[in-house]
């Protein structure tokens, strides 16, 4: 459900980090900005230089533990998420 209002500081990074595999324009409307993509990557620059993390792109903020283990050119991730 998205914000009703843009989000900013810690939140912002916290659902721009939710919705950064959708990609920037779904994680814009999510975080409340709709179709304002400039707006919502301004705030979340300076949200995430307030948090000291040097983030330069949305997919920065993917979690190493959700990407997928790649070697060797193949795809190594479990087949659903309750496999292991």
Same mark, same amino acid.
Request: hydrophobic residues 40%; without cysteine.
């Given at each position: 459900m998205p914000s009703n209002t843009p989000l900013q #500081?810690?939140?912002l990074v916290d659902c721009a980090r939710a919705n950064a595999k959708q990609g920037i324009e779904t994680a814009a409307y999510q975080c409340g900005y709709g179709e304002d993509v400039n707006a919502f990557a301004k705030e979340l620059k300076a949200a995430c230089e307030q948090m000291n @993390? !040097? *983030?330069k792109e949305l997919s920065e903020l993917i979690d190493e533990q959700?990407?997928? @283990? !790649?070697?060797g #050119?193949? *795809?190594v991730a479990p087949d659903t998420p309750s496999e292991l």
């Open positions: #500081g810690t939140d @993390l !040097q *983030v959700e990407m997928p @283990l !790649q070697l #050119g193949e *795809v």
